[in-house]
């Protein structure tokens, strides 16, 4: 379904990912692992179509979303990408569902805004958070927070996730519950999963684990 090739980008003149190819089938997961700076970041946007790669093939179900023009990329994002980062990026001043329910803010049709509502309180089921439907996002713990953050990229029924360090700000046991959590609403929505982390325990709940490096995804055996 996600099919790079030969990708490169460069900021300032110097290379971040050089030339790098990558493959992901659909309903299937990959952890990214590698070391702060080696670019997982800046290749996790770019095939989330929020930046764009200097040379190389970014196909999306045979679509090259590097070739496409901002307003289309914004587009795509919407209606297949599912982003989910370190920060929950929670709009403070919204609910718990309200937040979960602005990627469908656009939704005109008053069919698919309560289909969406039915979505999103299924979602927040299983993701235990109906008893806090209704409160804010300062009023929630880190989990909860990111919960929030899971459901609301996953309302839009999104092909794939791309998840950046998502456990990266909780403890311990926290991060082993929500990447539980993480990977069983993958399977059950049979959503493709990536996941950069650098928790081991999150990296070997996927299908497979990938790492960056000399500006390349590669399997590391060690891993
Ligand atoms: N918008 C940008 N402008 C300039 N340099 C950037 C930008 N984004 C990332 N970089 C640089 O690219 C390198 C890779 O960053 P990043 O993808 O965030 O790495 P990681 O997520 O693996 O820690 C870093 O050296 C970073 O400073
Ligand atoms: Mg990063």
Redesign the pocket.
């Known amino acids: 379904m996600l099919k790079v090739e030969n990708l490169s980008k460069s900021?300032?003149n110097?290379r971040?990912l050089n030339d790098l190819s990558f493959e992901i089938e659909k309903g299937n997961s990959v952890a990214i692992v590698?070391?702060?700076?080696?670019?997982?970041?800046?290749?996790l946007n770019i095939i989330g179509a929020l930046d764009v790669a200097d040379s190389g093939f970014v196909y999306f179900n045979e679509q090259d979303i590097n070739k496409m023009t901002a307003n289309q990329r914004s587009a795509f994002r919407n209606k297949h990408i599912g982003f989910v980062f370190q920060s929950h990026y929670l709009l403070p001043q919204c609910t718990v569902i309200e937040n979960v329910l602005l990627p469908t803010l656009t939704y005109t049709n008053k069919a698919d805004k309560i289909a969406a509502r039915v979505r999103a309180e299924e979602l927040l089921d299983k993701l235990g958070m109906m008893p806090h439907k209704d409160k804010l996002p300062g009023q929630l713990s880190g989990g909860e927070c990111q919960r929030t953050a899971f459901a609301r990229a996953l309302i839009n029924q999104p092909q794939l996730i791309l998840a950046d360090e998502p456990t990266g700000s909780l403890d311990e046991e926290n991060a082993a519950l929500l990447s539980n959590e993480l990977i069983q609403l993958n399977k059950e929505m049979n959503t493709s999963l990536i996941v950069?982390t650098h928790s081991l325990k999150l990296a070997e709940l996927m299908n497979r684990v990938l790492y960056?490096r000399h500006h390349k995804l590669i399997t590391d055996s060690v891993f």
């Open positions: 900021f300032e110097q971040i590698g070391p702060s700076g080696s670019g997982k970041t800046t290749f950069v960056l």
